[in-house]
């Protein structure tokens, strides 16, 4: 599993543990780094995940909320929402990651993770924004 992959996954798991105890994101990460072992490389990318989903999760939401029809971001399932808000923030805020390679990261991780309905809910909200968004659109043609 690559390195990247690995941090997605314990943000993930810092972000579905926030989410569910109304922890603070260093705490929460804290937690984590105890009870799971994972090299330094992906701790870093991981942390920057959680920091990032945490610092932009207003405008992260609202973004959720406008690709979601029928969906409110409070009712999706929470693993399904932070797997959501981890590729928004990477779309959104991360020059460095294609927009596209954030989807399909996000796909895999709810094929793990998730319901049997998760990927393609994921995929679906993601490829919305990925084609009406106009801060994406702008990224994607840099990538």
Wanted: glycine share 2%; charged share 25%; net charge negative.
């Amino acid at each position: 599993m690559g390195t990247r992959r690995q941090a997605r996954e314990m943000a993930l798991q810092v972000l579905y543990q926030m989410d569910l105890n109304h922890m603070a994101p260093d705490r929460a990460f804290e937690l984590a780094c105890a009870c799971f072992e994972l090299p330094r490389e992906p701790r870093a990318f991981a942390k920057l995940l959680v920091d990032g989903v945490s610092a932009h999760q207003p405008d992260i939401d609202r973004h959720l909320a406008a690709a979601s029809e029928h969906w409110r971001v409070d009712r999706m399932s929470p693993v399904d929402r932070n797997i959501l808000r981890i590729a928004l923030y990477e779309m959104l805020y991360r020059d460095d990651i294609p927009p596209r390679v954030s989807i399909n990261e996000a796909i895999e991780l709810a094929k793990r993770f998730g319901s049997q309905d998760s990927s393609a809910f994921i995929n679906g909200v993601l490829d919305k924004i990925y084609h009406e968004s106009p801060a994406v659109a702008a990224r994607a043609t840099d990538a």
